[in-house]
């Protein structure tokens, strides 16, 4: 059967026809439809989301040394976080398949950075797959576990936005067959203290020698040759691009990324004038290839910030001077409306960064949509580092004094339980003088809208226990904890203004639901009475989509505002700003599709 499916989706698909047994992970863009397809179309895979992931990882170790088949998912920022038994997983080896999804983001189109995640793998030792297309995406899913079994390594296989997120046409298989092999003890292999860890790390050595010797031999390791003069080496999307720019030269395309197949390369670059190594990100292909004294360019002529397209290897080709100058034309990228990112109507986000704003505190920020409130028109956001940064930050900086008016650490419900929960800790234990806002919308919103343990229900769609941050708070010593209501502007200032002058740490806690999910906030959106505005431009700088200028203008000159009542949700917050009163509810509520 051939179906039409993103890489990520085939990713899924892979999984499922390899014998997976349990799939985990945190959401993260581009890594998320992956556990999200499984849940959804595939059952018969206990699936997961977990607090983080770390804990994700730990999770699939575990599995994997139950005898199963483990698949572990996450965005190349999330490996930062899983760091720790990663590394130490690559020593202990597997008991059943275990392979972990890394998504690189080139471009940062949904991330704070663009680190390149196949050097995790080089540094960890362990194998890494880069699929090219959908097709491999599901294939390399099951050679992915072929290998951790045939070499006892976890394997990564590595993702890219481009990839996880186009779409090809791929060829199903029934699944294969796997018995699980049941937990077998020993703790020579499995218990890593000093002594068994120096035994094993010789037999991470020895493993990379007999991977070194299959990357030579592999079909994952291919050269197209087509009797041309010009060799490419290449992998992943970045082969695509060079192939749609030069599909005469030969190719020598990696798909099995460490250790490189350094012999064959050796060879292929023998038998051409001149070789180019095309990759996106880092030059990692190339720094490895010279190491090893062969002569190839590759950086010289591509960047190594963003991603790249068909466009830009035009572009680095003819500087090569292999490619025609006049080629390349036809792909130039489209002049596009610039589309900033934006809270939505009626974001519940919106009035804690307006209170905020008027209070003139410090805000120190985490990943969330609530970041978005460093942009234009609210710009009031002092800090985003990495998941849970937001209260250390906070703490760091009242501790030297570093702002007289207060410091606010704001951090989203999800992110406060991936790592926020040791930072409050922290603030209660070193009695810091801060103020926590725990942003509840009620579900991990911006990588559109997954399940996390304060929501009441599983990946899998099973209700379950739900946090209550009241609780926690408390629990880890906070003497002070508030539930306010965002769209009460009022009394939001009034409650962060007598937080930030209490002596110790704080914390308030917001209490609207995202927008978007599951339902609209209000049945009656709200609208402008021309006659009444004064054109101050108030309710311009809550930066709402729904409330725009009118061509009406005032006797000054100044345009007038008028809502969308589509887009509004009816969260009040414009009305409560407007000076004149000019913006009311309307009498009839507005008929939602």
Same mark, same amino acid.
């Given at each position: 059967m051939r179906r039409f499916l993103s890489g990520n989706e085939a990713v899924a698909r892979g999984a499922y026809e390899a014998g997976v047994k349990l799939a985990v992970g945190y959401p993260g863009t581009p890594s998320t439809e992956i556990l999200e397809t499984l849940a959804e179309e595939y059952r018969s895979i206990y699936s997961e989301w977990s607090p983080n992931e770390k804990v994700a990882f730990e999770v699939g170790i575990g599995a994997s040394l139950g005898g199963a088949r483990a698949l572990v998912t996450m965005k190349h920022v999330g490996l930062n976080v899983a760091a720790d038994p990663f590394m130490t997983f690559a020593y202990t080896g597997v008991n059943g398949g275990f392979v972990l999804i890394s998504a690189d983001d080139p471009e940062m189109h949904s991330s704070q950075n663009e680190q390149d995640n196949r050097f995790?793998?080089?540094?960890?030792?362990?194998?890494?797959?880069?699929?090219? +297309?959908?097709?491999? /995406?599901?294939?390399?899913?099951?050679?992915?576990?072929?290998?951790?079994?045939?070499? +006892?390594?976890?394997?990564?296989?590595?993702?890219?936005?481009?990839?996880?997120?186009?779409?090809?046409?791929?060829?199903?298989?029934?699944?294969?067959?796997?018995?699980?092999?049941?937990? !077998?003890?020993?703790?020579?292999?499995?218990?890593?203290?000093?002594?068994?860890? =120096?035994?094993?790390?010789?037999?991470?050595? $020895?493993?990379?020698? !007999?991977? $070194?010797?299959?990357?030579?031999?592999?079909?994952?390791?291919?050269?197209?040759?087509?009797?041309?003069?010009?060799?490419?080496? /290449?992998?992943?999307?970045?082969?695509?691009?060079?192939?749609?720019?030069?599909?005469?030269?030969?190719?020598?395309?990696?798909?099995?990324?460490?250790?490189?197949?350094?012999?064959?390369?050796?060879?292929?670059?023998?038998?051409? $004038?001149?070789?180019?190594?095309?990759?996106?990100?880092?030059?990692?292909?190339?720094?490895?290839?010279?190491?090893?004294?062969?002569?190839?360019?590759?950086? !010289?002529?591509?960047?190594?910030?963003?991603?790249? /397209?068909?466009? =830009?290897?035009?572009?680095?080709?003819?500087?090569?001077?292999?490619?025609?100058?006049?080629? &390349?034309? $036809?792909?130039?990228?489209?002049?596009?409306?610039?589309?900033?990112?934006?809270?939505?109507?009626?974001?519940?986000?919106?009035?804690?960064?307006?209170?905020?704003?008027?209070?003139?505190?410090?805000?120190?920020?985490?990943?969330?949509?609530?970041?978005?409130?460093?942009?234009?028109?609210?710009?009031?956001?002092?800090?985003?580092?990495?998941?849970?940064?937001?209260?250390?930050?906070?703490?760091?900086?009242?501790?030297?004094?570093?702002?007289?008016?207060?410091?606010?650490?704001?951090?989203?419900?999800?992110?406060?339980?991936?790592?926020?929960?040791?930072?409050?800790?922290?603030?209660?234990?070193?009695?810091?003088?801060?103020?926590?806002?725990?942003?509840?919308?009620?579900?991990?919103?911006?990588?559109?809208?997954?399940?996390?343990?304060?929501?009441?229900?599983?990946?899998? &769609?099973?209700?379950t226990k739900r946090v209550n941050f009241i609780e926690l708070a408390k629990a880890l010593g906070v003497e002070s904890v508030h539930e306010v209501d965002p769209y009460d502007y009022q009394g939001l200032i009034k409650t962060i203004e007598g937080e930030i002058n209490r002596e110790g740490p704080s914390v308030i806690i917001t209490n609207r639901p995202c927008v978007l999910m599951p339902k609209r906030i209000g049945d009656r959106p709200y609208r402008v009475i021309a006659e009444d505005c004064n054109g101050c431009s108030a309710c311009f700088r809550i930066g709402c989509p729904a409330i725009a200028s009118s061509k009406e203008l005032t006797e000054h000159n100044r345009p007038k505002a008028i809502i969308d009542p589509v887009l509004c949700t009816g969260c009040s917050l414009c009305a409560q700003v407007c000076q004149p009163e000019a913006i009311v509810p309307t009498g009839e509520p507005v008929k939602v599709k």
């Open positions: 995790y793998a080089k540094f960890a030792q362990i194998p890494f797959l880069e699929p090219s +297309d959908s097709q491999e /995406s599901k294939d390399f899913v099951l050679k992915a576990f072929e290998i951790s079994e045939k070499f +006892d390594t976890p394997v990564m296989l590595r993702m890219t936005t481009r990839i996880s997120h186009s779409k090809g046409i791929i060829e199903e298989n029934e699944p294969v067959k796997i018995e699980s092999v049941g937990f !077998k003890r020993d703790m020579q292999k499995y218990v890593m203290i000093p002594a068994n860890a =120096k035994k094993r790390h010789l037999i991470v050595t $020895q493993r990379l020698e !007999k991977l $070194q010797q299959y990357s030579e031999e592999t079909e994952l390791n291919v050269i197209e040759n087509n009797g041309s003069k010009i060799g490419i080496i /290449s992998g992943g999307i970045a082969y695509q691009y060079a192939k749609d720019n030069l599909p005469d030269a030969d190719y020598l395309k990696i798909g099995f990324g460490f250790p490189l197949p350094i012999e064959k390369i050796r060879k292929f670059v023998s038998s051409h $004038q001149k070789v180019l190594v095309i990759e996106e990100l880092e030059p990692y292909y190339e720094e490895i290839i010279h190491a090893a004294g062969i002569k190839i360019e590759g950086k !010289k002529y591509f960047s190594r910030l963003g991603e790249l /397209s068909p466009y =830009k290897v035009a572009l680095g080709l003819k500087e090569a001077g292999l490619l025609d100058k006049t080629a &390349g034309a $036809q792909i130039a990228p489209a002049e596009l409306f610039p589309r900033p990112p934006i809270l939505c109507p009626g974001c519940p986000h919106r009035g804690a960064y307006m209170a905020l704003k008027k209070l003139g505190v410090a805000v120190t920020g985490d990943i969330g949509c609530y970041t978005l409130g460093v942009l234009p028109p609210l710009e009031y956001l002092d800090t985003c580092i990495c998941m849970g940064a937001s209260i250390g930050n906070a703490i760091g900086m009242e501790k030297v004094g570093g702002y007289q008016k207060g410091v606010v650490a704001v951090i989203g419900d999800s992110t406060f339980l991936h790592s926020g929960i040791t930072g409050l800790l922290d603030a209660v234990y070193n009695k810091s003088n801060i103020t926590v806002i725990i942003l509840d919308n009620r579900v991990t919103a911006m990588t559109g809208g997954q399940q996390h343990p304060a929501t009441g229900y599983t990946l899998m &769609g099973e209700t």
